[in-house]
């Protein structure tokens, strides 16, 4: 592996950039691993690299049904925050932010963490009291979050519209300095990059069609386009389509995959210096350092995987970006584009243990999964290793829907009275 | 006349000259010109800067797949768009042109250092460097990338322009109305079918407009374009022109949107800027026709380097000749038309250079008849000019070797790598592409939508070929939709049909490692970058347009895409069907943000709600908040007062007499039916069957995991008749949650549910004075103690209305809630106003509302709860009818962490040193703890209460019913405040103060 | 936008009129008191989220105001059935049932 930094830029640049190498093999899958991980995005790419950089796992594949990093991991607006309410929501996504702020070191590849903040609009009494709990828990919790007045929101983003005569009016909004966004492509590459150099195997275009187990009930492999990979233990992490491989083994989750739409303006010079999300309005926002506004849209209303995804949500998408940022209204959008989302009925992930011994998985992400990347790879990686989780991930359990004990980080944000 | 503009050629008017500016200098263009047709009249070809390296770019195209003639266009203030390409801006007297992506000016541009230092600035070299030390990134590196990247500026006033959109329904609906779109709609038309047909050109005709020399069934092709476009106006066919189909959805689902103003010299004060159409088509012909490709070689990007197919529209469409000594170079015969109008329109062909080594002799005699020099199995290997092109290097290339090299002079050089059909619209359908060898390229092969491609959408060139095709397609949706079908036939003489063989980059005798051959021109991709993603492992052709942002300017890769493929095809030793395309995305071409919002700006983003009543407190000065979609009356602030003096005033007030409150907002829904009353058993907590007719109860809807998600006072008009009231933003979801069960799990149920907020006005009324206000104007209602005791309803007349008057309390003082049919509203709440004067009625919002109940410990659902809390953990077990054999989230409530003993429960809370808690501040019973701190619950309701003598405040608190008496903490950042956790009654713990 | 053929109105309209109602044929136990945890949580969480054909219910709200049930492609979207409430689980299309 040709280390990246200005000198190999250098030096390469003088030979005509002729002598860098692959920055990960083609590979084919071989006849057994000890893990074998589905879906090749950010989490299941990250897993395989933290298996082998941290628990000296390296006999691992990770196997995709397309191309590495093809699926949500780059398809999302990119933001990354930690300001949620629970604490076992703040400790996950806090510590996915600490091993962001490191990751293009960690991995020697430029992810381009970038910490311009989060910026959260309240519009209504009821988003003020709801964000002041947030920010009151992220406090003690150790997780910066902190409240923005009407015209300290303003001059931290001056396109945002303040005027007390829009629809819904700006009442203040709660910041996370910390957050940002990253380059959601080069987190999927230098994972892969980062696990490849250290024995993974990363198999492309081969869909697993099924999870097959061992008499006693444990995982045996994975049947594949390939053929047959015999693995002592599988991960699954297949976002959208982790219900469809997950069902294979017998497992049936508490999922649902909806399409999930985005799109992007035409680029142009800096004009928007943070992330903005209106949960009131729904619209999120940021600029991307190509210059294009990258812009978020809710949830189509009906399950799919069809990543395409309706007309009506993107007009009511744009409207809600004008609304908050009026002088937007000439920009022209670019291109927009579709996800699979796979939501639990709390909004929270499943990240853990199965009840099939040696299954592994990790889903149900929403809208959210991008951010976590780092952090859940993280820990998924320890849970597959040590077969128990690590203290972040033990209440993601699946286990949870049946006692009750859910993370709901939506019915929290609650609604209007 | 400018210089390079023909006498009397082209469609442009030559006796109306339009006037506008470019970068602050005065031009003067024809009526029917672009400002790229415009400018090139004036010899300007130098438009743009590009995107990474800075280089001097001019018009590639003609149309809407231009990526590098991008300028910013400007109308006075507030009508300033970035980005607009220069190929389909029509001029119109005033027009403020600017150029981009440039400092100091177009011409000395700073940025191009970059250029200089190209070879580092390889795909994907952001990746690979930055990254040390780490703290640069966010304060050095990224600001100086950030400053860099992008192109126009973004608008900086709000938009003084509205938007429109409507819904369109027809039988066929045709995109493109070149001579394929055109003869589909004929066709379609003559069956009587409800045609549209589209274009996003100022005017129809696609190709024709470009190629006057063709003769169709006899007539010259602009004078058939003519006739045939009144034949279709005649047939009923709705024309739209500067109208782009910009995305296919589901189920023939077309948006398309329609410019009307940009082009206009004069704004008209009432027509929107654009307008979003939804046109629902039974059937959808796409007749988008083909793109040019350009070849790629070094130097391929200098002004004066464009498609031939473009400069044959500038000068047969707009009379303008792009260049005096034009070189030809082509892979493809279309270019020698080109080349042989350009000659004839007065230019000097240096050269066709065709990298072919033979071509149809008829192609060579046209060329020797007009003496241009023509040089067969040649290449161009380089470019030179500085900010535009004056002479290119031609080689010839033997068995495969490029020879040396000879410089011809030129003011042009014009390209062709031949055509590609536009296949984005197909795409969106998630259609299947097959690849054609024969042409080298994609075509549309299957699709789940209701559509055909005619003409050069799917491979089909030459007018003739089009006019058959198109006619033929109309005829085949005409029968799917059940017509018998006839296709017209056409005589086309003098069409230009072709050949041509596809390429990667031209051969060359340099070395391709460092040639600037631009695959990508706007995103300043080149061959080099593409392959050296492919050595660094990207074999997706997803990954190589990643990683060399391929494809992802604002052309949407109509440009690039083909050429990026085949080199990347070749650079992976695959054959190009096997790497296959990336996916096009909606829209067509960049649509402005104002086209999607349509009319949902302002006030009209989301409707408001308002009730009858909020003109009146409108009138008062209220101050007003937003709760869901409505606005309700917030405080009723008096001259020099702020909230909290007119909250406290409110409070005192309506405690020490009577206040008066609009509860219009409270969902309202009426259960009627034989099995009512099991219906609400089954639906709430509450038992029901033991409720008297004339009797209210408070009644608390859970979900079927147990936890609570909505609340209100319910009546009992009739033995089968409830009067269900449920919270302000839970209406709908409460309505919709009973239709589910009552329809799907409880269908022989015999009940009915109708809602019946907004038919209701709804005035509350509380204080000592309530009853004694109210009464003189209530008939058939004795309002006292024993006739009409709290939690009382009944239907009577209320000051000469019909009425429903409830008798119940979110105050803890005499309470009434008055429901009259909705109008009359204003007019019962001015009566009872009036008549209040004498006891000092006060009006209040929601603020004192919310203290009120507060201080008698009274719930708001979404508050007080968050979607986690139930029954139980609120205090509220009473409410849960415990022997009725099941109801809504009986068995949710029963699952193991919902009858655990930590759980966070509702309690009241006092502080020690009397201050007022913030609310959602959270509670630790360990204060001395570091951070992260176990964090116990928190504040969900706190205000100042007069009646209290001090702030009171109701919390969550882990097993907070167990704890009563108990100290628990605050942290806030300053300090931390010690509160005791009491009951949440703070005020008449009795209840003394409900009884007259 | 969809179109969805309301089986009451027997008229195919815009999903603009329906809303979604998740899956369908999951029938309300009749004493859930004599559930398990685990048959609980699975009738109120666990869900197919099949790839392909989904037995879903759809609500017309600005219609009829009824709900009724679908049978839907969720890689196409398309519907390929829809019928009344109540009636039995509706057979899949040959093909899509092989698969």
């Not at chain 1, 303040?162 to 492509?185: C, F, K």
């Not at chain 2, 405080?635 to 007119?646: L, N, S, T, V």
Request: aromatic content about 8%; proline content about 5%; overall charge neutral.
């Amino acid at each position: 592996m040709t280390r990246f930094n200005a000198f190999s830029l250098l030096k390469n640049a003088l030979g005509g950039h002729r002598n860098w190498t692959e920055q990960w093999p083609d590979s084919q899958p071989r006849a057994e691993y000890d893990v074998v991980i589905v879906g090749a995005g950010g989490h299941g790419l990250g897993a395989a690299y933290y298996l082998a950089s941290q628990h000296g796992i390296t006999n691992v594949a990770v196997i995709d049904k397309g191309w590495l990093g093809g699926g949500n991991t780059g398809r999302n607006t990119t933001i990354i925050r930690s300001n949620y309410l629970y604490d076992e929501s703040a400790r996950l996504y806090d510590h996915a932010v600490d091993l962001w702020e490191n990751l293009s070191q960690e991995l020697n590849y430029n992810v381009m963490y970038s910490r311009r903040g989060v910026l959260m609009l309240a519009h209504n009494v009821h988003d003020v009291q709801s964000f002041k709990r947030h920010i009151h828990a992220n406090r003690l919790n150790g997780v910066d979050n902190r409240w923005l007045t009407v015209q300290e929101a303003k001059e931290y983003c001056p396109p945002l519209n303040i005027s007390p005569n829009a629809r819904y009016p700006v009442m203040g909004a709660a910041l996370q300095e910390r957050a940002g966004t990253a380059r959601h492509d080069a987190v999927a590459w230098g994972y892969a990059r980062g696990a490849a150099a250290r024995g993974v195997d990363i198999i492309q275009n081969c869909p697993v069609t099924a999870i097959r187990r061992n008499a006693d009930g444990s995982v045996a492999g994975v049947e594949t386009a390939k053929g047959f990979i015999r693995a002592k233990k599988v991960a699954v992490s297949a976002a959208g389509h982790t219900s469809v491989v997950m069902q294979t083994a017998g497992v049936r989750l508490p999922l649902e995959s909806y399409p999930l739409q985005a799109l992007v303006s035409e680029p142009v010079k800096p004009c928007f210096p943070c992330v903005v999300m209106s949960n009131a309005v729904h619209a999120y926002i940021s600029q991307s350092d190509k210059g294009e506004l990258v812009i978020g849209s809710g949830t189509d209303q009906y399950t799919s995987y069809s990543q395409r995804g309706g007309l009506p949500l993107i007009e009511h998408t744009i409207a809600a970006i004008t609304e908050v940022f009026p002088i937007f209204n000439r920009m022209r959008m670019l291109r927009k584009w579709g996800g699979i989302v796979d939501v639990t009925p709390d909004r929270s992930a499943i990240l853990g243990k199965t009840p099939v011994p040696n299954l592994y998985v990790n889903c149900g992400w929403g809208t959210g999964g991008f951010k976590a990347t780092p952090g859940a790879a993280h820990v998924f990686a320890w849970t597959i290793a040590k077969d128990e989780p690590h203290p972040i991930n033990a209440p993601f359990t699946l286990e949870r829907f049946r006692s009750g004990r859910l993370i709901d980080e939506a019915a929290a944000a609650a609604v209007a009275h | 006349m400018s210089r390079y503009r023909i006498a009397g050629k082209g469609r442009v008017d030559h006796g109306a000259p339009v006037r506008f500016t470019f970068d602050g200098r005065a031009y003067a263009g024809l009526r029917g010109d672009t400002v790229a047709s415009a400018l090139l009249a004036n010899g300007v070809h130098l438009m743009g800067r590009s995107f990474k390296y800075h280089r001097p770019r001019g018009p590639v195209a003609a149309g809407s797949e231009e990526p590098n003639a991008l300028i910013g266009t400007r109308r006075g203030p507030g009508r300033f768009e970035p980005n607009t390409r220069a190929t389909m801006q029509e001029i119109r007297d005033g027009l403020e042109a600017s150029s981009q992506n440039k400092f100091p000016s177009l011409k000395w541009d700073l940025g191009a250092v970059n250029d200089a230092a190209y070879m580092l600035f390889s795909a994907g070299f952001y990746y690979k460097t930055f990254m040390w030390p780490k703290s640069f990134w966010h304060r050095v590196y990224e600001p100086i990338i950030r400053a860099a990247a992008g192109l126009g500026v973004a608008p900086t006033e709000e938009d003084p322009d509205h938007y429109a959109s409507r819904n369109l329904h027809c039988d066929v609906l045709v995109v493109g109305a070149g001579p394929a779109g055109l003869a589909a709609a004929r066709a379609a038309a003559a069956e009587g079918l409800r045609v549209v047909l589209v274009d996003e050109n100022a005017e129809v005709g696609g190709t024709l407009l470009s190629e006057p020399q063709a003769q169709i069934d006899g007539r010259p092709a602009w004078d058939w374009l003519a006739a045939e476009l009144e034949a279709l106006k005649a047939l009923g066919v709705r024309i739209m022109t500067r109208t782009t189909a910009i995305g296919y959805y589901h189920q023939n689902l077309i948006g398309l949107c329609q410019r009307l103003t940009d082009h206009l010299d004069v704004l008209p004060a009432d027509t929107p800027r654009e307008r979003l159409w939804r046109v629902r088509a039974r059937r959808v012909v796409l007749a988008q026709g083909a793109l040019e490709k350009p070849l790629v070689f070094h130097g391929n990007d200098r002004p004066g380097v464009m498609l031939a197919g473009a400069a044959q529209t500038y000068l047969n469409r707009y009379g303008v000749r792009v260049g005096d000594a034009p070189v030809i170079l082509t892979s493809h015969d279309s270019a020698w038309y080109a080349a042989f109008d350009l000659q004839d329109a007065g230019a000097r062909v240096q050269a066709i250079v065709d990298l072919r080594d033979a071509v149809r002799e008829e192609l060579l005699n046209e060329a020797r008849a007009r003496g241009i020099p023509v040089r067969l199995s040649h290449t161009v290997t380089a470019t030179s000019g500085r900010l535009r092109v004056s002479a290119v290097r031609v080689n010839p290339v033997t068995n495969g070797k490029v020879g040396a090299g000879q410089a011809i002079k030129c003011d042009a050089l014009l390209m062709s790598g031949g055509w590609t059909p536009s296949l984005h619209l197909f795409s969106h359908t998630q259609g299947k592409l097959a690849w054609d060898e024969d042409r080298t390229t994609f075509l549309p092969a299957l699709t789940p939508e209701d559509c055909v491609i005619a003409g050069a959408g799917r491979g089909l060139w030459g007018i003739a070929a089009a006019l058959r095709d198109g006619a033929e397609m109309g005829r085949e949706v005409a029968q799917a939709l059940g017509k018998a079908g006839a296709a017209l036939a056409h005589d086309v003489q003098n069409d230009r049909t072709g050949s041509g063989v596809s390429m990667k980059e031209l051969p060359t005798d340099r070395n391709p490692g460092k040639a600037k051959a631009f695959v990508d021109y706007q995103n300043d991709v080149t061959a080099k970058d593409l392959r050296l993603a492919v050595r660094e492992g990207m074999r997706s052709i997803e990954h190589v347009k990643r990683y060399t942002t391929n494809g992802m300017a604002t052309d949407q890769g109509k440009m690039s895409n083909i050429n990026g493929l085949m080199i990347a095809a070749d650079a992976l030793g695959k054959p190009a069907p096997q790497v296959g395309l990336t996916t096009f995305r909606p829209p067509y071409t960049p649509t402005s943000f104002g086209a999607f919002a349509g009319y949902h700006r302002g006030t009209h983003f989301e409707l408001t709600r308002k009730t009858q009543i909020d003109a009146w407190a409108e009138e008062q000065g209220a101050v007003f908040e937003p709760v869901g979609q409505w606005r309700r009356a917030w405080y009723f602030p008096r001259q020099g007062e702020d909230m909290e003096a007119a909250v406290r005033r409110e409070c005192r007030q309506t405690r020490a007499s009577v206040g008066i409150f609009d509860a219009s907002t409270l969902g309202k829904i009426e259960v009627v039916g034989p099995d009512a009353v099991t219906f609400m058993e089954r639906m709430y907590t509450n038992p029901w069957a033991k409720l008297g007719v004339g009797r209210c109860r408070y009644g608390l809807l859970l979900g079927d995991d147990g936890f609570i998600r909505d609340d209100g006072v319910i009546g009992r008009m009739a033995e089968d008749r409830f009067h269900v009231t449920t919270t302000t933003g839970g209406a709908a979801r409460v309505l919709n949650m009973m239709e589910d069960y009552l329809q799907t799990e409880w269908p022989d149920l015999n009940v009915w549910l109708t809602s019946t907020t907004e038919q209701w006005s709804t005035i509350a009324l509380n204080g000592p004075n309530a009853a004694r206000l109210l009464a003189p104007f209530v008939e058939g209602v004795e309002l006292t103690e024993a006739a009409f005791p709290h939690m009382s309803c009944a239907e009577c007349t209320v000051a000469g209305m019909p009425a429903r008057l409830f008798r119940v309390s979110f105050t803890g003082e005499i309470g009434f809630e008055v429901n009259v049919p909705a109008p009359l509203g204003r007019k019962l709440w001015e009566t009872l106003w009036q008549a209040g004067q004498q006891y000092g009625i006060v009006a209040y919002g929601t603020e004192t509302m919310h203290v009120l109940r507060a201080e008698k410990g009274y719930i708001i659902v979404g508050q007080d709860t968050d979607g986690t809390v139930t029954p139980f953990d609120a205090g509220m077990g009473w409410a849960v009818g415990k022997a009725k054999p099941d109801f809504v989230g009986k068995r949710g409530l029963a699952r193991p962490d919902l009858v655990a003993g930590t759980r966070k429960q509702l309690v009241g809370l006092l502080t020690e040193d009397g201050s007022k808690l913030e609310e959602g501040a959270q509670i630790v019973f360990d204060p001395k703890q570091a951070i992260p701190m176990k964090l116990v619950g928190h504040v969900t309701s706190s205000y100042h209460s007069d009646a209290a003598g001090r702030p009171i405040a109701l919390a969550l608190v882990e097993g907070g019913h167990e704890r009563m008496g108990e100290t628990v903490h605050v942290p806030m950042p300053d300090r931390t405040i010690a509160a005791k956790i009491t009951g949440t009654v703070f005020v008449d713990p009795d209840n003394t103060r409900l009884k007259i | 936008m969809l179109l969805i053929h309301c089986p009451y109105c027997d008229e195919t309209l815009p999903e603009a009129e329906f809303t979604y109602a998740g899956e369908a044929h999951i029938a309300r136990p009749a004493d859930p008191s004599a559930l398990s945890d685990e048959e609980w949580e699975s009738y109120l969480f666990i869900r197919s989220n099949p790839r392909g054909p989904h037995h879903e219910r759809w609500r017309h709200l600005h219609g009829c105001g009824r709900f009724f049930n679908a049978v839907r492609d969720t890689v196409s979207d398309r519907f390929l059935t829809t019928y009344p409430a109540g009636q039995p689980r509706a057979a899949l299309p040959i093909k899509e049932a092989a698969e």
